[in-house]
Every structure is written in C-alpha cells, then in structure tokens.
Nanobody, 112 residues
Framework: QVQLVESGGGLVQPGWSLRLSCVSSGSIFSIKGMGWFRQAPGKEREWVAGITTDGLTSYADSVKGRFTISRDNAKNTVYLQMNMLKPEDTAVYYC??????WGQGTQVTVSS
C-alpha cells in the first residue's frame, strides 16, 4: 500500500523560505516520478513542480526561479524548497506519485 506523508508547512512572512518534504512508502520510490501540487481556498488544485526518475525537473511559470524540487532516493523523499514566498503561494501543498497516489497535504500560509 502506497503512502505519502508531507511535512514542513507553516506560517511565514512574504520573502521567507520553507522546505516541504514528502516521504513515500509501499513502492519502489526510485522508479517513480513525483510532483508537487497546491490548492488555494476556492481554487482548483494546480500543478507546481515535477521531477522524473532521472532527476529532470519542471516548474509552473508562477514558481519558476523561486521553487526547487529535488529527490533523495535513499530516503524515499521528495522535497520542495520554496524561496521568496508570496501571499499568493498560500495553499495546501500535496505531493503526488506516479500511479495517482496523493499525500494528505500540508498547509503553507504566507502573510505579514
């Protein structure tokens, strides 16, 4: 049974940084593509960033240059380093694993 557990969210001020983590269990992590999504109140869930099994990364235009996705296959973990956070980054952030598996989400709130 695949399980994804996110952590690292919180309340920060604009311009600050956060690093989200997502630990995967129940599958061979190293052969799975991973992604981060987010959902703000009243809005649809949107894709934020993705990383392939080979470590190739891609980003939504809204976060390009500020967010970095990475993975540590030895720890079955994918990360999302978020820098220069803006109020519009406020959302619940979810990780997703190839095959349609989702974590429970972690709240990120950017507010002064």
């Amino acid at each position: 049974q695949v399980q994804l557990v996110e952590s690292g969210g919180g309340l920060v001020q604009p311009g600050w940084s956060l690093r989200l983590s997502c630990v995967s269990s129940g599958s061979i992590f190293s052969i799975k593509g991973m992604g981060w999504f987010r959902q703000a109140p009243g809005k649809e869930r949107e894709w934020v960033a993705g990383i392939t099994t080979d470590g190739l990364t891609s980003y939504a235009d809204s976060v390009k240059g500020r967010f970095t996705i990475s993975r540590d296959n030895a720890k079955n973990t994918v990360y999302l380093q978020m820098n220069m956070l803006k109020p519009e980054d406020t959302a619940v952030y979810y990780c997703k694993q190839t095959g349609g598996y989702w974590g429970q989400g972690t709240q990120v709130t950017v507010s002064s």
